[in-house]
């Protein structure tokens, strides 16, 4: 089992739980960062697009 958590799947997870990217945790200009604000982005256009298809 790996034991750093994954930046990517924290920023999805984040965006999952209505946590705002601005409250990404890595340093700015980070790997980490980047990953984290990707998998937030990927999760936050899934909802919002699934969200306009509704209304």
Same mark, same amino acid.
């Given at each position: 089992?790996?034991?750093?958590?994954?930046?990517?799947?924290?920023?999805?997870?984040?965006?999952? /739980?209505?946590?705002?990217? @601005? +409250?990404?945790?890595?340093?700015?200009?980070? @790997?980490? !960062?980047?990953?984290?604000? +990707?998998? !937030? @982005?990927?999760?936050?256009?899934?909802?919002?697009?699934? /969200?306009?298809?509704?209304?």
């Amino acid at each position: 089992m790996n034991p750093d958590p994954d930046p990517f799947e924290m920023g999805q997870r984040a965006a999952r /739980e209505n946590i705002p990217a @601005e +409250a990404n945790p890595f340093q700015d200009g980070s @790997e980490q !960062h980047s990953l984290w604000a +990707a998998g !937030h @982005e990927k999760v936050a256009s899934a909802i919002e697009a699934s /969200e306009s298809e509704g209304t």
